[in-house]
C-alpha cells in the first residue's frame, strides 16, 4: 500500500472492515520513525520498490558566479486568511475480488476465463494470485466481472485440470523470485549391508579335442598334466562337479579334480548312457595353485568333453 504523507507499507493483517495492520517497508522517501501521518492521508495500492537505476553522468563544473551584497532582512509579513476546505476525494476501489464461479485450472501458461465479483482494479499482464488456483497473469479483460488469466506455471499452483471452486479469493500477486542458491550437501548415508558373496567355478574343456584314458583336461586336452593345468587367483572351496561329453559311455565312467598334481576330494561321474552327471565332496584351493581333471583309466570316450567345479 501506499499511504500519503507516509510511504510505502505492507498490509500485515485486516483487523476489521476499517482497520488494517501495516509494515512500513522503508523505501526512500518513507516517512521518518515516530512522524506522524494525518488523518485524511490516501490510502492506495503500491508496487514493490523497483531496482535502482544506473547512476547519470556527472555534469561539468559551472563558472562560480560573482558574491552579490547581503540584503537587509525585510519585514515578516502578515499571516494570509486560512482557504476554504478542499472537496473530498473520490472513494478509492478495492484491489481484490473472489470468483463468482468454479473454473478448471488450464495447463502452465495456457488461459482460462474466469468470473469474479469485478475486475474494476484489473489491468492487462497485471500478477494475480487466485487462493486455491495459484499465480496468474491478466491476459485481458471481457467485463467488469469476467477476466482472462494465464496460468504462469509456478511451484505450488494447482494441478492442470483440477477445479478451483467459487469464492476463491482474487488478490494482486508478485513475479516469481530467483531460484536460490544450491543447499550444502547433506551427511553420507549410512552403508548398506554387505551383499552376499558370488559363487566360485571354474570351467574346463578339451577345446574341441578328443578325450582320452588316463589323460588330462584343463585348457585343452593332453596327456601331459604339466601342459593344460590353469592357475587360480584366489582361495576357494569347491563342493560341487559337474561333467559332459559329447557320446554316452558304455561303462560308467568318474573324472577327478586334480590340485598341483595330486587327486581332491572332488568327483564326477557318467553313468553308462548318459552323457552328463554331477558329484559331491569339498576341494579348498590357495591363489597359485594349479587345477586340471583327470579322465578316467577305462570307458573314456574319444570325444570332446567339458567339466565345472563350483563352491
Not at 501521518?37 to 537505476?53: K, L, N, R
Not at 540584503?71 to 478509492?92: D, K, L, V
Not at 544450491?182 to 577345446?207: R, V, Y
Not at 601342459?227 to 558304455?250: D, G, K, L
Amino acid at each position: 500500500l501506499y499511504i500519503a504523507g507516509g510511504g510505502y507499507y505492507s498490509v500485515s493483517s485486516i483487523t476489521d472492515g476499517t482497520h488494517v495492520v501495516v509494515t512500513n517497508l522503508g523505501y526512500a522517501g518513507n516517512a521518518a520513525a515516530g512522524s506522524s501521518v494525518g488523518s485524511g492521508s490516501a490510502v492506495s495500492p503500491g508496487g514493490i520498490q523497483g531496482a535502482t537505476g544506473l547512476q547519470g553522468p556527472v555534469g561539468a563544473t559551472g563558472p562560480t558566479g560573482a558574491t552579490g551584497p547581503q540584503g537587509a532582512t525585510g519585514p515578516a509579513g502578515a499571516t494570509g486568511a486560512q482557504g476554504p476546505a478542499g472537496t473530498n476525494g473520490t472513494n478509492g476501489t478495492d484491489s481484490f475480488t473472489a470468483t463468482s464461479a468454479a473454473f478448471t485450472q488450464p495447463a502452465a501458461n495456457s488461459t482460462v476465463s474466469v468470473t469474479v465479483g469485478t475486475t474494476a482494479w484489473m489491468a492487462s499482464g497485471q500478477y494475480v494470485y487466485v487462493a486455491n488456483g495459484g499465480y496468474y497473469t491478466v491476459s485481458s479483460i471481457t467485463n467488469g466481472t469476467t477476466v482472462v488469466l494465464k496460468n504462469l506455471g509456478y511451484t505450488g499452483n494447482a494441478a492442470a485440470g483440477s477445479s478451483v471452486g467459487s469464492g476463491s479469493a482474487v488478490s494482486p500477486g508478485g513475479i516469481q523470485g530467483a531460484t536460490g542458491a544450491a543447499g550444502a550437501t547433506g551427511p553420507t548415508g549410512a552403508t548398506g549391508a554387505a551383499g552376499t558373496n558370488g559363487a566360485n567355478q571354474i570351467l574346463f574343456s578339451t577345446g574341441g579335442a578328443n578325450l582320452a584314458n588316463n589323460s588330462f583336461v584343463g585348457l585343452g586336452a593332453a596327456g601331459a598334466e604339466n601342459t593344460v593345468e590353469q592357475i587360480v587367483s584366489a582361495s576357494a572351496t569347491f563342493t560341487s562337479m559337474r561333467c559332459w561329453v559329447q557320446t554316452a559311455p558304455a561303462a560308467n565312467i568318474t573324472f577327478t579334480l586334480r590340485v598341483n598334481g595330486a587327486n581332491a576330494g572332488l568327483s564326477c561321474t557318467i553313468n553308462a548312457g548318459s552323457t552328463s552327471g554331477s558329484g559331491s565332496g569339498s576341494a579348498s584351493v590357495s591363489a597359485g595353485d594349479l587345477v586340471d581333471v583327470a579322465t578316467p583309466s577305462a570307458s573314456t570316450p574319444g570325444k570332446p568333453g567339458t567339466f565345472a567345479v563350483s563352491g
